[in-house]
């Protein structure tokens, strides 16, 4: 058998192949990743006119942001603007009432969310602290225990919560959104925390407490500067989560004072008489925020998605 | 400056395991003790139950004579050097050296003074503005004992702090702990693995085993009289020969008898002891014969010289026994040899038990 | 043998700070969770229609046998598991793909990085919406596309089609759940040493071999947990039902959480409504436990 030495030209040939399958692979995942939402996007930027046209047009030819403007501006009361398509297909093509809603919604979407964040922080660091670095009777079960009640389908715990946010009088508030949220997403915080704090040598906790720090100045001055990535990814993760939750508050929430941002554009996507580039549009401003969050932090989700896998 | 003091204080952990049994330790002020032992053996959970990063289960430690079992970690006046040294990654030289004066409110002037003395005793001073992560090991360990300095406490504690140095390192190492120890006048808790370390540094030396004290004492006591065959195997290098036999009187005198083998032991051996008995013999404790001296006679099976003395292999009555002689003995592999044995120098043991019978229990 | 503490029995202090600690998160879960799920439990021994609140007769396990012989139910079951097997397979394969050529090298691979999360961040209702448009059967994308690039020749019905509609509803849900599955194999995937592969090369294993012996049999934690954890989420899932087809056309896509929703908020039926969620709830317990078991045990 001979054996092939490599010429020190290195052949160029498997670069070249190399080189082209990974161009057109990434191709086609940007396509994959992207598509959805650029289509999305495109849509938002068409009249109400050109956005049926058939077959559709990829790229607006009159690009527009009205259906923006109309989001922004909209005066609850006011009524359509947009004349119905000259073809007669009942596409809708109104820009509806309740667009004024939207920026609202999005505003208590954003108060949940910063709240829950802060909230899981609070509750959930000292609670991971004790989980990682504290030796007491219990301590996996408490773990196993936090992470069981996640198991329970949302959907399982949404009578029970219905009937008891009725009788407290809390339907229709940002409060009980803000409860409920804070209790299914502080499991996997504190799951991500005590990994990551258990990651950190148990010595210097021992060396902090006998410099003289007690337990909560161990966490305060040692660990949380140390665990910076992991704070961000958990703070990132309950924000999403609760930016994007429908379900609980589709239950909770009835009238335009709570409702969050999902609930308006699904309200949007029911009804029927709405223009397709202004539900686009709505789409696109409920997207913009998560969206961002996730491409700039991305680092940090993803190392704290891996604390969670290596220790799974 | 403070005398701690361990009365039958046990650890146990929820499964049950005990992890040290009924400990009794008086530390006199700045004494320098060792807590010397295999691994799991329980001397460094002592060390933390005397740092107050362990619960005690059952008994008592005094500071002076203040109880301290429910005192937290952060309130007792201790400074520890970690094996792992711990520093704070986030936190530069002096900082990690400062954390424990700042903890205590220690005033800006005085703390930067203290700080820049312990950093020149250490020669440090020029890396007092990195990281621990920009050091190599010896100066993380100088860090770390920069911190522990630098406090004044009243009580020294070291864990393992030399076991991740380099050989050499070391050793120059524990000449700078005796000074230390000297320069400071605090009382000293040190624990480690190394028999070595323990009998060139401590005052006094507290061998563990599996939790339970196997002995107390000097350097010089422990390493001449070892209470037990455990305390003999562990110190010295190379480890005591052990010889198994049987105890039976000749002309008045207490014999070891093993196959041809028979050697007269010391006086003093309980006349009610069994007849199961071991020899212990170091192997430095071999000479010349001499008149009036037991002689042990062997082949040797391997001559190994290290160049400042010679170590040979013995094959005694199918046993293997390890004897130094001086490097200019000129022994073959082969040769039956002859040596002197000075009873006086002779352990002797029950097998049994393993206790020895000429060291009683202080 | 264990030492109890001398004199009076006072918790450790350890044990006391780490209740202490601990108390916020117990209080938040027990309250908002533990509560609920017995407070649920409790309701669905009791015949609880809100159409007539005043009646809340006691029937024990009858909700639960009426559930379990509904046919109605039944069926959704047999569509859940539909749904939920091809979503799990799809996902782990378009996982595997995405992980493998983000575990490469290459310029510009940072880019593909960020944008991979964005499926994953963008809000479900959003994600509905979003396909729903593209399903669209006037002026969707999809017929769009396919009529430009000639695969068809007239527009086509989607979700319109019974045929059609789990499959496509699971295309819109595998789609948001790629980016996710994705970072936890690459987790695995980047784990791998590298001496294993030098070693396979040594041993003469061209790259497909090298694949299917170093890098598969190293994944299978990562499988094990993206299948999992998927199949806990596909069971679930009731967004995209909502959003795309109300359990239509015709019930094609009537799956356990719109069978839940139905009964608990159109039917107003609350004991029914809740025995349904508790056989869901110990369905998937059952469900993670037996795949655990199984995926654990191919040695």
Known sequence: MTIVVNTPSRPLLPIVVRGCGLAVASLLLLFYLLAPVAWLASSSLQTGREIVSVPPHWIPDHPTLRNFKAIFSAIPGLGASEAPAPDGTNSGGFIPSTAGNLLPAMLNSLIVASIVVLLNLIVGVPAAYAIAKIRFRGRNLALYTVLATRVIPDIALVVPFFLVVRKLGLLDSLTSLIVTYLAITVPFSVFVLASTFEQLPDDLDRAARVDGCSRSQVLLRIFLPLARPALVAVGLFAFLASWNEFLLALMFTQTAASQTLPIIVAAFTSDFTVSFSFLNAAGVLAVLPPAILAVVFERYIVSGLTAGAVKG | ?362 | ?299
Not at chain 2, 51 to 73: C, K, Q, S, Y
Not at chain 2, 141 to 164: T, W
Not at chain 3, 7 to 32: D, S
Not at chain 3, 174 to 191: I, Q, T, Y
């Open chain 3, 1 to 299: 043998m264990a030492a109890a503490v001398s004199g009076r029995y006072r918790l450790p202090h350890e044990e006391r700070a780490a209740l202490g600690l601990l108390a916020p998160l117990a209080l938040v879960l027990m309250a908002v969770t533990l509560f609920p799920i017995l407070y649920s439990l409790w309701i669905s021994f009791y015949g609880l229609n809100l159409r007539r609140p005043n009646r809340m007769p006691f029937v024990g396990f009858d909700n639960y046998l009426s559930v379990l012989t509904n046919p109605q139910f039944l069926e959704s079951v047999g569509r859940t598991a539909i749904f939920s097997v091809i979503s799990v397979i799809a996902v782990s394969i378009l996982a595997l793909l995405a992980a493998l050529l983000l575990n490469q090298e290459f310029p510009g691979r940072r880019i593909l990085s960020a944008c991979l999360l964005i499926p994953w961040a963008i809000p479900s209702v959003v994600n509905g919406l979003m396909w729903k448009w593209i399903y669209d059967a006037n002026y969707g994308a999809l017929n769009g596309a396919l009529l430009q690039l000639g695969f068809i020749d007239a527009a086509m019905v989607w979700l319109g089609d019974a045929n059609k509609t789990l499959g496509l509803i699971a295309n819109a849900f595998v789609w948001k759940e790629v980016p996710l599955a994705s970072v936890l194999l690459l987790v695995n995937l980047k784990a791998i040493p590298a001496d294993l592969y030098a070693a396979a090369r040594v041993d003469g294993a061209p790259a497909w071999r090298r694949f299917l012996h170093v890098t598969l049999p190293a994944l299978r934690p990562g499988f094990m947990l993206v299948a999992v954890y998927e199949a806990m989420m596909a069971v679930r899932h009731f967004d995209l039902f909502f959003l795309l087809t109300e359990g239509g056309p015709g019930g094609a896509s009537d799956v356990v959480a719109w069978r839940i929703y139905v009964e608990t908020f159109r039917n107003l039926s609350f004991g029914t409504g809740a025995a349904m969620s508790y056989i869901l709830a110990v369905a998937t317990l059952l469900m993670s436990y037996g795949l655990i078991r199984a995926l654990a045990q191919r040695v």
């Open chain 2, 1 to 362: 400056m403070a005398r701690i003091r361990l009365q039958s204080v046990s650890k146990a952990y929820g499964g049950g395991q005990a992890a040290v049994t009924d400990l009794t330790l008086d530390i006199a002020d700045r004494e320098f003790v060792v807590l010397l032992g295999p691994s799991g053996c329980g001397k460094s959970t002592t060390l933390n139950m005397v740092a107050g990063l362990e619960e005690i289960t059952r008994g008592t430690l005094l500071f002076d004579d203040e109880v301290m079992n429910h005192t937290p970690a952060h309130k007792r006046d201790v400074a520890m050097v970690f094996q792992s040294y711990a520093l704070y990654p986030h936190k530069s030289v002096f900082e990690n050296i400062a954390f424990g004066l700042r903890m205590r409110r220690v005033p800006e002037a005085e703390l930067t003074r203290r700080v820049h003395d312990a950093a020149e005793r250490l020669e440090i001073t020029h890396l007092l503005q990195r990281r621990p992560s920009q050091l190599s090991g010896g100066q993380r360990q100088r860090v770390a004992l920069g911190r522990a300095m630098v406090r004044q406490p009243a009580v020294f504690l070291m864990d393992e702090p030399l076991s991740n140095l380099d050989a050499s390192l070391r050793i120059a190492m524990r000449a700078q702990i005796r000074h230390l120890h000297a320069e400071m006048r605090t009382t000293f808790l040190y624990v480690t693995h190394d028999q070595a370390e323990a009998l060139t540094l401590a005052d006094r030396i507290v061998l563990m085993r599996d939790g339970v004290v196997q002995q107390l004492g000097t350097p010089h006591d422990i390493y001449e009289r070892p209470r037990n065959m455990f305390v003999a195997a562990f110190l010295g290098s190379p480890a005591i020969n052990f010889l198994d036999g049987q105890l039976s009187t000749e002309s008045d005198a207490p014999c070891f008898r093993r196959g041809e083998l028979s050697i007269t032991l010391p006086p003093g051996i309980a006349a009610t002891a069994t007849r199961d008995i071991v020899l212990g013999l170091r192997a430095e404790d071999v000479g010349p014969v001499q008149d009036g001296f037991p002689v042990l006679r062997g082949m040797v099976d391997t001559a190994m010289p290290t160049g400042s003395d010679q170590f040979l292999g013995l094959k005694v009555g199918g046993n293997d026994v390890f004897v130094r002689v001086g490097k200019d003995s000129a022994v073959r592999e082969g040769e039956t040899i002859s040596l002197g044995l000075n009873p006086a120098r002779l352990h002797v043991f029950d097998k049994a038990s393993g206790l020895s019978l000429l060291h009683g229990h202080s």
